[in-house]
Structures are given as structure tokens and as C-alpha cells.
């Protein structure tokens, strides 16, 4: 048996009108309580970057750390290898935190990252040592002849981090170095690529 039902034109009229009272009413609820939550979301404000760069304090320990006279002979060979370590503080007394820092190596006869020429050997190796997300890390500024800037991350104001900085030369030959020599040489500390300390130090042959 099959059912039908019929309405007329009024039925269907009053049918209509609930279904889309309905829609409205639901659509409302809806909206009220999307507008409720976000009402009650907390809201989120972005950290300002500093508007300007401070001006950070660098000390080294010992300008004159890497010592290698009694290391390399009069004929520029090393007999077996020896490394010199100094720190160097970084210090942020400034009322901003810094950029993001980097050091690298600076070379003052062409201006360029990078070691005195006659340095630029195999047989000569630069590290440092640090603290990162609770970790102390040890990577390569120069080593087998490729420099690298390493990235240190910020300093907050007020705030200081010493890293440690390692110079090793290789047991090598002859004429290897050149003895009784003086490099004057440079560590950059950069912010960014606009803002930047040295730190001058010398290497002994």
C-alpha cells in the first residue's frame, strides 16, 4: 500500500516558511557562537624586532694566544702538531637584544673573510667551542682550506657569552711556514650583515 499525501497551496506555503526559519535560526546560532569564541580567544602580539642594533663589547683573552715559535722550527716544518686556545667575550650592555650573531674570520691584507695568505694551508686548523640549546658544539672556522661563518644566534640585553677559540697547526715539512713571523689577523662578529665587531689577534710562527 502506498501512501501519498497531499497538501494545497497553503500547507506547502506554511511548510516552506518553518524550513527556512529554521536555516535562519541555525545560521544565527552559529554565528553568535563563532563570534562568542573568538571574543574569547586570547589574542597574539607579535615580538617588535629591535629598531636598532646594539653596540656589543668584545674582549679577547689573549691577543697573542697562538704562539706556535716554539712549535715551528727554523726551517718552517712542526714535528708534530700543537694547539693554542684563548676565550673571547661577547658582551650586550645594551638595552636591546642583538641581531643574530655570527663570527667568521677576517683577512686585513685583502679585506676579505679568510686568514693572512701565507696561513691559508692545509696544515693550519681554526675551531671554536660554545654553548647552544644546552649543548657545547664545536665547529670550523677554517679548516682543509674553506672558511665558514658560524652562526652563534642572539644576545640579549644585558647579557654575555664566551666562546672559546682554538688555533692548531699539523705536523708538517720544511718550508712549510716561515719562522720568526707576526700574522696579524681578525675575528668578525657580526650582526646581520649590517653591523659588526673585530677582534684583533696575531699568530707566531
Avoid at 172 to 199: A, H, M, R
Wanted: hydrophobic share 40%.
Amino acid at each position: 500500500m502506498v501512501l501519498v499525501i497531499t497538501m494545497n497551496k497553503e500547507a506547502w506555503a506554511i511548510v516552506l516558511v518553518a524550513v527556512l526559519l529554521t536555516g535562519v535560526v541555525t545560521a544565527g546560532g552559529t554565528y553568535w557562537w563563532m563570534q562568542r569564541q573568538a571574543e574569547e580567544a586570547p589574542t597574539f602580539v607579535p615580538t617588535e624586532e629591535p629598531t636598532r642594533l646594539p653596540s656589543l663589547d668584545v674582549v679577547i683573552a689573549d691577543e697573542d694566544f697562538a704562539n706556535f715559535s716554539a712549535n715551528i722550527d727554523a726551517n718552517g716544518s712542526v714535528s708534530s702538531d700543537a694547539e693554542k686556545s684563548t676565550n673571547i667575550t661577547i658582551y650586550n650592555n645594551d638595552t636591546v637584544d642583538s641581531g643574530t650573531l655570527y663570527l667568521t674570520l677576517y683577512n686585513t691584507q685583502t679585506g676579505e673573510e679568510g686568514l693572512p695568505d701565507a696561513l691559508q694551508i692545509d696544515e693550519v686548523i681554526v675551531k671554536i667551542t660554545y654553548s647552544s640549546n644546552f649543548q657545547t658544539v664545536t665547529k670550523h672556522l677554517y679548516k682543509d682550506e674553506t672558511f665558514k661563518a658560524i652562526e652563534l644566534g642572539t644576545l640579549e640585553s644585558d647579557a654575555y657569552a664566551r666562546i672559546e677559540i682554538t688555533v692548531e697547526v699539523e705536523e708538517c715539512d720544511d718550508d712549510t711556514f716561515l719562522d720568526g713571523k707576526t700574522y696579524n689577523c681578525e675575528f668578525y662578529v657580526l650582526q646581520g650583515s649590517t653591523s659588526y665587531e673585530d677582534i684583533d689577534w696575531h699568530f707566531i710562527t
